[in-house]
């Protein structure tokens, strides 16, 4: 089944853990992103990757790193987690969307989300 | 900064009554989305809008782009208890950076039966 996942779900840390969110898609997509989604405030982009080993900042990088070392996975790294990056985070990902510049689908596949607390 | 205003961000309707979001950006979009997400759910892309003037269909479901690309509209006829859950418009900037998505803030529907 084509899936974008998610690791882990929920978690709830404290101030200034580092942490790390997993996503894994199964779909050879070229394009993946993070978003945050917050009450009153839609969903943010926080970075995208058009392919491995590019990475790009979105509309709020800051206080978060990511990766592309191989296709699949797009981890999103918090080196040291504050109170205001509790939220929702959602990944997704696409096939070279064309609305990216790319010749594929513009089908965007979004992840089940993670909710983060930081105490 | 580019900004992608939707309106209005709450809309209780009746069964069968018609429902219409709308979003305006401080910019001319290269490209909008339609997103819909359901109460704990993620959201799940509906459609993409490019042209000038582009009107598309799904079932129930009528997206326009306007002519200038810096606004755009969902509407939906006859609403049903499906249609429950928040809808998102998110555009790319014209001439912006490619892969970078603005979301509004989304209009959250409620269907009363």
């Known amino acids: 089944e084509a899936q974008v996942t998610q690791n882990p779900r929920y978690l709830i840390t404290v101030t200034g853990k580092k942490l790390t969110v997993t996503c894994s898609q199964n779909?050879?997509?070229?394009?993946m992103s993070w978003y945050r989604q917050d009450p009153g405030l839609g969903l943010r982009q926080i970075y995208y990757?058009?392919?491995?080993?590019?990475?790009d900042k979105g509309d709020v990088p800051e206080g978060y790193k990511v990766s592309r070392k191989e296709k699949r996975n797009f981890p999103l790294i918090l080196e040291s987690p504050s109170p205001n990056q509790t939220s929702l985070y959602f990944c997704?990902?696409?096939?070279?969307?064309?609305?990216?510049?790319?010749?594929?689908?513009?089908?965007?596949?979004f992840g089940p989300g993670t909710r983060l607390t930081v105490l | 900064g580019q900004q992608v205003m939707q309106i209005p961000q709450y809309q209780h309707v009746q069964e069968g009554e018609d429902f219409t979001t709308y979003c305006n950006s401080s910019?001319?979009?290269?490209?909008i989305q339609w997103y819909k997400q359901r109460p704990g759910g993620h959201p799940v892309f509906l459609i993409q809008?490019?042209?000038?003037?582009e009107v598309k269909k799904q079932k129930r479901l009528t997206f326009q782009f306007g002519e200038a690309k810096k606004n755009s509209s969902l509407h939906i006829t006859a609403t049903q208890t499906t249609d429950v859950g928040t809808y998102f418009c998110?555009?790319?900037?014209?001439?912006?950076?490619?892969?970078?998505?603005?979301f509004g803030k989304g209009t959250k529907l409620s269907v009363k039966p």
């Open positions: 990757s058009m392919n491995v080993e590019v990475t």
């Open positions: 779909m050879n997509h070229e394009y």
């Open positions: 997704a990902s696409s096939s070279s969307p064309r609305w990216a510049g790319g010749p594929g689908t513009d089908t965007q596949y």
């Open positions: 998110a555009g790319m900037n014209y001439g912006g950076s490619q892969g970078n998505l603005i």
């Open positions: 910019t001319t979009l290269s490209n």
């Open positions: 809008l490019v042209k000038s003037g």
